[in-house]
């Protein structure tokens, strides 16, 4: 480290101001000063945009961009040539020749591809998936649920007639990445974005996004048949609600021809659905994918549900779709989150990927940090997506979605690294064998630091682990071991264990899922208890079910183990949790410390704002530390290790705390300094 700081204090004298930047050019940030000679075919919306990119930003050989069909090539595919001092591209789409045209920028970026010196070579990209899509939970009052950078990019009161320049950009960071998709409303849908008036208003956004690829789709409520139509029932097989779907089919596919589909949460937190008139979830998705399939569009019908109905929140889901694999319509996909409860920190994948074959799924991802410090806190989720896939092989899945984290916020994500996440996403969503290293690396590159500058690379290595880390130092200060859901009532952004609201359903309840006793910690999940673990393929049943082979870092999902029970790390299982929750705590303070090193590389601007949300996320770090472990320590009766900070805090100021807001809001510095 001392070798390092002298590194930095040495390249400090060297390199001169950094030009201010507020973060609102995310990944695209390249010069505008390039003048690339391109041939192109036929000119088009799309072709034009490729070209124009390249002019501006392309600084290597002469380009030429070819359509062609090629066999081997997905319809979004493209293939780059070298050769005799020129580039090719091909693809059999034009939106496949603006995709390569960003992924050459990037290469640039990332090592300057294309220079006369370099030999002749080939680059051929095909995407994972057909479909990449982003859900925003957007509502139309311009309020995010779960969003926290500002309000809605969706100014409905003033479209179709007012356009905003930064639709245009958000399609055009998407289209950079490969997203093709987007889900414009939230899941907790209001069935008034069906109306003529709103089509309207969705129209003038794909007229916008059309041109980078990106089609729309909309999340609908299943009961629009009786608020906006004026029926009396929304049950799927009646004549009369399939009537009006199907009208309404053809009247979204009048006003937008390319339209996607439908996203629809049904039978979950209070949304209608087909269980409402004694249908299943396969009949209820198969009304709307029949209304859909003369145009091609498709049902994204969501397995988060859950219910009282089991003595288990994490099985609800195979319970309620494990048996209706085969019954679904070809052109519905079965979206479930990738773990059993709502995105955890940690939580082992759902069980219900790969336990319905006949049925098409997709993944769900958060890119939104709805249970990792908000906008407050560095995350970055990608390890946490491959981790997923270690788990479930992405050939088996058809699609995939990213809750969205964009608002309003100048720099689009809240925390400058929260943009690490969108960029992420849609890396992996194109290529999910990527790892979450390159990833990182590309998009540091990208955004901080120059990759033909050899001053920059110590300290952007830095960074870099600093980014590969965070996750699992969120995992830590919060809930490490396999704990879960431990958060405050109304928000999910501080600690409160020991939560107890007079009337709740259980399954909201912290202590639902920590299970906190004299004896130990933890839900039972084995077959001694809930029996989740039978859900599970017979290898990981087994793994998972035995206490002596289940992993650390899941344990306390599974099981509801002894205080002092023994670790793989040989220590008793309170001293682990000690160990953990510091660890965290520790690691968020050597992020500080990284990321000093980094301000002469960087703009003040963005180098504070970063510094700022680093300094809240150390003093939350502590808060979540001492707030459970102050609260365990009750029922382990035992002390904490002699190396491990002692806390800050008295356990009865901490069950004071009530912070004044909800998930559709970041707290602010000032509101933390004066938690009470």
């Known amino acids: 480290m001392k070798q390092l700081l002298s590194l930095f204090l040495l390249l400090s004298c060297l390199l001169g101001p950094v030009s201010a930047e507020d973060g609102s050019r995310l990944w695209l940030r390249q010069s505008t000063d390039a003048h690339a000679q391109i041939t192109a075919p036929r000119q088009s919306p799309t072709l034009n945009i490729a070209v124009r990119e390249l002019k501006q930003a392309w600084k290597g050989l002469p380009v030429t961009l070819v359509l062609k069909k090629d066999k081997q090539l997905s319809s979004e595919g493209f293939r780059i040539r070298q050769a005799n001092g020129k580039l090719t591209v091909t693809s059999p789409s034009e939106t496949g020749l603006l995709y390569a045209a960003y992924h050459l920028i990037r290469l640039q970026e990332m090592r300057n591809f294309g220079k006369p010196s370099e030999t002749d070579q080939e680059i051929t990209e095909n995407p994972a998936y057909d479909l990449r899509i982003l859900n925003h939970w957007d509502n139309l009052d311009r309020s995010i649920e779960r969003g926290y950078a500002g309000k809605s990019l969706w100014n409905w009161e003033e479209l179709p007639g007012t356009l905003s320049d930064r639709y245009e950009a958000y399609a055009r960071a998407n289209a950079s990445i490969g997203i093709n998709a987007t889900v414009l409303n939230n899941v907790n849908a209001s069935s008034k974005i069906l109306s003529a008036e709103y089509l309207e208003k969705v129209k003038a956004l794909a007229d916008i996004f059309r041109p980078y690829g990106i089609k729309v789709y909309l999340s609908i409520n299943f009961a629009s048949p009786m608020q906006l139509g004026g029926l009396s029932t929304a049950d799927p097989l009646d004549k009369d609600v399939i009537a009006w779907w199907k009208q309404k089919a053809k009247e979204i596919y009048c006003t937008i021809p390319d339209f996607g589909g439908f996203l629809v949460k049904a039978n979950s937190e209070g949304q209608p659905g087909p269980c409402d008139f004694n249908r299943t979830h396969a009949e209820g998705a198969n009304m709307l994918a029949d209304a859909l399939k003369p145009y091609k569009g498709i049902v994204m019908w969501r397995a988060f549900v859950y219910s009282p109905t089991d003595a288990d929140r994490a099985k609800q889901a195979y319970l309620e779709f494990q048996p209706l694999d085969g019954q679904f319509r070809d052109n519905v996909i079965v979206q479930i989150k990738n773990g059993p409860v709502d995105f955890q920190p940690r939580e082992p994948y759902s069980p219900l990927f790969g336990a319905m074959p006949q049925t098409p799924q997709m993944v769900e991802f958060q890119i939104t940090q709805e249970y990792l410090g908000f906008s407050n806190h560095l995350a ?256 382990s009766g035992m002390r904490a290790p002699y190396e491990v900070e002692r806390p800050i805090h008295e356990l009865d100021d901490l069950k004071q705390v009530k912070l004044p807001i909800d998930n559709h809001e970041c707290p602010t510095p000032k509101m933390l300094n004066e938690r009470r």
């Not at 500058?453 to 490490?480: G, L």
């Not at 992020?591 to 960087?602: P, T, V």
């Open 380 to 635: 970055y989720l990608a390890p946490m997506w491959e981790e997923f896939f270690d788990f479930v092989k992405p050939a088996s899945l058809k699609a995939i979605a990213g809750v969205a984290n964009i608002g309003t916020d100048t720099n689009w994500c809240g925390h400058p690294f929260a943009q690490a996440n969108w960029y992420a996403f849609g890396r992996m969503a194109w290529n999910p064998s990527l790892t979450s290293g390159t990833i990182a690396e590309e998009w540091l590159k990208q955004t901080f630091f120059d990759a033909s500058n050899p001053k920059h690379a110590p300290i952007a290595y830095e960074i870099h682990n600093m980014m590969m880390e965070s996750r699992e130092a969120v995992v830590d200060y919060m809930m490490p071991l396999g704990l879960h859901h431990l958060f405050a009532w109304g928000h999910h952004y501080g600690p409160e264990p020991w939560c107890d609201v007079p009337g709740a359903r259980p399954d909201w309840m912290p202590s639902y899922y920590h299970k906190a006793d004299k004896q130990g910690i933890g839900f039972d999940r084995s077959h001694t208890g809930s029996n989740a673990t039978a859900q599970y393929p017979d290898s990981l049943c087994h793994l998972y079910d035995d206490i002596r082979t289940c992993p650390d870092e899941y344990l306390l999902w599974f099981h509801h183990a002894p205080w002092g029970h023994t670790m793989q790390s040989g220590r008793t299982l309170w001293d682990e949790l000690c160990y953990r929750y510091d660890h965290g705590v520790q690691q968020v303070r050597s992020f500080q410390k990284k990321w000093d090193l980094a301000e002469n590389y960087i703009d003040a601007e963005r180098f504070k704002d970063v510094q700022s949300r680093l300094k809240i996320q150390a003093r939350d770090a502590v808060w979540w530390k001492d707030a459970c472990l102050l609260y365990f320590q009750e029922f």
